[in-house]
Structure formats: structure tokens, C-alpha cells
């Protein structure tokens, strides 16, 4: 059984471009969140999306959207990038709303 | 909004001794703390998580205690071992907020 998966690993962006990150989850999961990772520090809640709608959102600008598919798997948008931008992006899976299991991230250096 | 507290940011610790890790939170209606371990380059691994209703979990050589009255919950590795090292995250509440993380090295 797979768990998280997320695509890109790496993504190497200048300032004022767009990215796509994405996410599978877990087999049986119909919830996903994304988290923003900076070096050294925990992850930061961007939101949850629960039957292809956004349930909530932590305090992230709209420059960050999403969206999930009928098959659970999920994308996260971000325009206008700043050097500010460059972290760990995270996602996570749950079938309930609080057990969630994190894939390996996507790593976005923004120059 | 919800704030969680994490202690220490770092500790270091002979390998077979313990460790306790600390972290307090704010929102009173917070019913369920996870614990993540993340090792360099990878993302958080649930390790152990528990539920308001209980008091103590544990598995294996991990334990989380949870005190609802003071708010604080703790993460307890007995017997450490090098493969223990890593970063430590707790998080609260239903995963919206994490501690800041701390770093755990186990010397051998």
C-alpha cells in the first residue's frame, strides 16, 4: 500500500513565476492538507481540502490555492513568487480529521 | 489563535538514557495530540499520538503523558539509541498548529 506520494521532489522557480505542487494520498484517505515547511522550523497549516472544497485554511495569503480531485488527489498552486516562498511543501492524508500522515515534500527554492 | 509551546529546542542525551520532550498548548478545546519525527530530508513520521479521554499511551519505547488541566503534553523515549535522532515535532490543535520542533541527538 502506497502512502503519500508528492511530485515534484525538487522545483527551482524565480521570483514572479507560478508553481504547481501535487499530491496522492494514502489509499483510503479522503482528506488532504498542505503545509509550508521553513528550515528549522514546523510545519505551517496552508489548508484542507475535504470533498474537492477548501474546509479550512490557516494564514496564507491568495497567492496560495488548491484544489482536489474526484480522486482525493490534490494541487497547490502558488502565483506571484517571492524569495520568501522557498521551503518545504508538505502534504498530508487522513480519513478522519486529525490523524494525518505527511509524503516526503516537495522542495521549492525560489531565486 | 492556538499557540504551542515546544521544549527543549534541542537536547542531547547518552545513548540508552531518556529523553522527555515538552509541549504546551492554549485552545482548552484540543482533543487529540500527535508526535512526529522528522529525519533529515524526509517528511514528519507519526510516531504516537493520543486522545483527551486518556491520560498515557505508550508503544514500545515511547510514551506520550497528556495533563488537560495544565495543558501540556510530553513525549518520552526510554533506551535511546542513535537512530533516535532527529526532530521532534508536536502538534495541536487537530494538527493546525506545531511547536517550533526540537532536535534530538543521541550520542552513541
Known amino acids: 500500500d502506497a502512502g503519500v506520494t508528492q511530485s515534484p521532489t525538487h522545483l527551482i522557480k524565480t521570483r514572479g513565476q507560478q508553481v504547481t505542487l501535487r499530491c496522492s494520498p494514502k489509499?483510503?484517505?479522503?482528506?488532504v492538507s498542505w503545509y509550508q515547511q521553513a528550515l528549522g522550523q514546523g510545519p505551517q497549516f496552508i489548508f484542507q481540502?475535504?470533498?474537492?472544497?477548501?474546509?479550512q485554511r490557516g494564514n496564507f495569503p491568495d497567492r496560495f490555492s488548491g484544489h482536489q480531485f474526484p480522486n482525493y488527489s490534490s494541487e497547490l498552486n502558488v502565483n506571484a513568487l517571492l524569495l520568501g516562498d522557498s521551503a518545504l511543501y508538505l502534504c498530508?492524508?487522513?480519513?478522519?480529521?486529525?490523524?494525518?500522515?505527511f509524503g516526503p515534500g516537495t522542495r521549492l527554492t525560489v531565486l | 489563535g492556538e499557540n504551542v509551546e515546544q521544549h527543549p529546542s534541542t537536547l542531547s542525551v547518552q545513548e540508552g538514557d531518556s529523553a522527555v520532550i515538552k509541549c504546551t498548548y492554549s485552545?482548552?478545546?484540543?482533543?487529540?495530540f500527535p508526535w512526529y519525527k522528522q529525519e533529515l530530508g524526509k517528511g514528519p513520521q507519526l510516531i504516537i499520538d493520543?486522545?483527551?479521554?486518556?491520560g498515557e499511551k505508550k508503544d514500545q519505547r515511547i510514551a506520550v503523558t497528556l495533563n488537560k488541566t495544565a495543558k501540556h503534553f510530553s513525549l518520552h523515549i526510554t533506551e535511546t539509541q542513535p537512530e533516535d535522532s532527529a526532530v521532534y515535532f508536536c502538534?495541536?490543535?487537530?494538527?493546525?498548529?506545531f511547536g517550533g520542533g526540537t532536535r534530538l541527538m543521541v550520542k552513541p
Open positions: 502538534a495541536a490543535p487537530g494538527m493546525l498548529t
Open positions: 485552545d482548552s478545546a484540543s482533543n487529540y
Open positions: 493520543i486522545r483527551s479521554n486518556v
Open positions: 498530508a492524508s487522513s480519513l478522519t480529521w486529525d490523524t494525518q500522515y
Open positions: 489509499s483510503g484517505h479522503d482528506t
Open positions: 481540502y475535504y470533498e474537492e472544497e477548501e474546509r
